[in-house]
């Protein structure tokens, strides 16, 4: 095969001083290499390779064909990305080196024992495409097997992974495999990249960072997207991360960079930064033109430097490949590719009732609930956190945590991971970067990996540069890949305002992540609720946002008896709190105590509330909610974020759907301002929801 096939002799020698800004170059950058020839290789090897890249670029064509005929939906191809592909993937191992690609990953993919088949099978959307069952659009490769993650369409949403994956193997067996993450120049503008940079090259983890430079990123030439012109200039500040530049289209030389690029991680080096120049043939998809903004001079320039076209000619030149050996490999790709299109095209499409599935894990969790009942010494709420994760890594030697101040002496800004470094040691609790996106991104890699990371962001509000993480790879990872990948990882983070934090540390965000399908919430308040929700949490198979509210970390009303160390509670299950017959209040998180301050003050006066604790966001228990709003015919919900949009609107919404033959005043909401937090004293009271607000809304549902 010729992704495992060997060449004769190396072609890397030591590192030397970079050659910064090349005006004309064959290999340039931090080691000193000497450009590979035919004569290195076993004939077959190459002819292998040549086959492989024909390939891919008679897909590009056929799949473009489907496409006129109205049988495909969209493309985007790899076609003058070959060589750069073909090359790295030659030194690569499937199953034992690890793959975050990007979407014009397709010579690589067939490299790592991709087939035609599997590739039409996608781009068609058939039912059996094997990597993503037609919910991804075409070129999203994916495979276990091979440690190809599920790619996501938003771009530099792969370089932080692949980071974490490069983490998770400088503590694994496989001591010489390395992590291949490529992208186009174009992403190198995103500021994850450079995060990416920074964690790897402080960290020595071996990743290759792969620019394939085709200078555009879409119709954005190189020159208005990137300082200095070349992603090889940026990588340049980066004190532990080694450079090379290479032409991409010339398979010899790009074999030779790559060669002394993975050999240095093989041997326990740190990561490269790759920057190959190569053409892109077709438009940047099948939506684009670039006639509208390329000269036809320009795009017959990269024509006369097309890949394969320079290779075939290296191989007649050598004699690996004569004319008639030549126009016989085309013939037998081409009818390769035929073939294989006429069979995926007879394929069946996705069944519509599958649409959902693979949004969650669908196995059991093997997970006992109910043991036992907390029983031991009252426990605060930010020391039952502290005790879970404790006994979590002491039963999985999987589970890591770490995010900013977590690790060492101080045990995060709250105490919640307090001596868990000194206890397991900086490889299982450690400081990360101040870089929100950096945590939750290394942590989707280490997840993939196998491990069981438990992160934390600081505040709430600082969750938003992770956004892109949390949305665009943790939410949908299981479902992008059809259920054969799953990102199980839990990230912690305190919310909630009642502390004069302002607008930067009040924030409550449960309501723009319960709009995430396949991301489990919880926010829980009480200590024994909080543990055995946590210790849950750390065992399931999906991506869990646990909000801790910081009012309650050490409030003595969220204190209670402690769990033992088998404690779990299942997802989606509510809690009455306190019984009642004229009105239900449905709440969570630091309102829970509210409400229950209000209901005992109420039933002084005959007043009889029943206040439902949902303790989870997604999934919601609207069986307990609906069986109390039909016995007592009136609801209030109570939540502590803004009003206008808050989560308390979809619950809202629910009963009054469901619940409206019982209802006897109509379901009101009570909840914050529509403003954000801010410090003063009078001022935070004035916006958040306080126990007059809460009684004044009960009496008024009651006397309705």
Request: charged share 20%.
């Amino acid at each position: 095969m010729p992704g495992t096939a060997r060449p004769k002799k190396t072609a890397a020698g030591p590192a030397v001083a970079a050659a910064d800004s090349p005006a004309s170059f064959r290999i340039a950058g931090d080691f000193r290499v000497e450009p590979a020839v035919p004569s290195q290789f076993d004939p077959e090897v190459l002819r292998g390779v040549y086959r492989t890249m024909l390939t891919s670029r008679r897909l590009d064509e056929k799949m473009l064909n489907l496409l006129k005929q109205g049988k495909g939906f969209f493309h985007i191809g790899a076609a003058g990305h070959e060589a750069v592909q073909a090359a790295t993937g030659l030194l690569s191992r499937p199953g034992h080196d690890w793959f975050s690609f990007y979407y014009r990953d397709m010579t690589m993919n067939l490299m790592l024992g991709g087939t035609s088949e599997e590739v039409l099978l996608h781009h068609l959307s058939k039912a059996d495409d094997p990597y993503s069952g037609g919910r991804q659009m075409s070129q999203h490769y994916s495979s276990p097997e091979r440690h190809i993650l599920p790619l996501s369409s938003s771009v530099g949403a792969q370089f932080l992974p692949a980071v974490g994956l490069g983490l998770s193997l400088r503590r694994g067996e496989a001591t010489d495999a390395y992590v291949y993450c490529s992208c186009g120049d174009g992403a190198t503008s995103q500021g994850e990249f450079h995060e990416a940079l920074n964690w790897a090259a402080r960290a020595q983890v071996p990743v290759l960072f792969l620019v394939q430079d085709n200078k555009y990123a879409i119709s954005v030439p190189v020159k208005d997207q990137t300082a200095g012109g070349t992603a090889f200039k940026l990588a340049r500040g980066y004190e532990g991360l080694l450079r090379v530049h290479v032409d991409g289209t010339d398979f010899f030389d790009t074999y030779a960079a790559a060669h002394a690029a993975i050999e240095h991680m093989r041997t326990g080096g740190g990561p490269v930064c790759m920057v190959a120049d190569v053409v892109r043939l077709f438009p940047h998809s099948s939506s684009d033109n670039h006639a509208k903004y390329r000269t036809t001079e320009e795009l017959e320039a990269d024509r006369q430097i097309d890949p394969i076209t320079r290779f075939e000619q290296r191989l007649v030149e050598a004699g690996v490949l004569d004319e008639t050996s030549a126009a016989a490999i085309r013939r037998e790709v081409q009818v390769a590719v035929d073939e294989a299109a006429a069979w995926a095209l007879e394929q069946a499409d996705p069944e519509g009732s599958t649409a959902t599935k693979h949004v969650w894990y669908e196995g059991g969790l093997d997970l006992e609930f109910g043991r036992s009942e907390p029983a031991g010494d009252p426990i605060v709420l930010v020391d039952a956190i502290n005790h879970a994760l404790h006994e979590e890594m002491e039963r999985d030697a999987r589970v890591i945590v770490y995010g900013e101040d977590v690790g060492g002496g101080k045990g995060g800004v709250f105490t919640a991971t307090r001596d868990l470094t000194a206890h397991f040691g900086e490889e299982r609790c450690f400081n990360s970067p101040l870089a929100e996106a950096s945590i939750v991104g290394t942590a989707v890699g280490y997840a993939a990996a196998g491990y069981k990371p438990v992160v934390e962001i600081q505040f709430g509000d600082y969750i938003w540069t992770a956004v892109h993480q949390i949305r665009n790879q943790v939410a949908s990872f299981r479902y992008r890949s059809n259920g054969t990948w799953g990102c199980p990882m839990v990230i912690r983070v305190p919310i909630g305002g009642y502390i004069h934090g302002g607008l930067c540390h009040s924030q409550n965000i449960e309501a723009f992540f319960a709009h995430m399908p396949g991301l489990y919430i919880a926010l829980p308040s009480t200590a024994a609720d909080a543990k055995g929700l946590l210790k849950t949490a750390i065992r399931m198979q999906d991506p869990v946002l646990f909000l801790e509210h910081k009012a309650l970390y050490r409030a003595a009303s969220a204190r209670s008896p402690e769990p033992d160390a088998e404690y779990l509670l299942p997802f989606g299950v509510a809690r009455t709190v306190r019984e009642g017959s004229d009105c239900t209040i449905v709440t969570y998180g630091m309102m829970v105590h509210k409400s229950i301050t209000v209901a005992r003050h109420l039933e002084k006066e005959g007043i009889s509330v029943e206040v439902i604790d949902l303790r989870t966001i997604v999934p919601l228990d609207m069986d307990t909610v609906l069986a109390s709003v039909r016995r007592t015919s009136r609801a209030l919900v109570v939540y502590e974020d803004n009003d206008f949009g808050g989560f308390g609107g979809e619950v809202a919404a629910q009963i009054a759907d469901a619940a409206f033959p019982w209802l006897d005043a109509p379901v009101r909401r009570l909840a914050a301002a529509f403003s954000p937090i801010p410090f003063a004293d009078p001022l935070e009271r004035a916006v958040l929801p306080n126990d007059e607000d809460i009684e004044r809304a009960v009496r008024e549902l009651v006397a309705y």
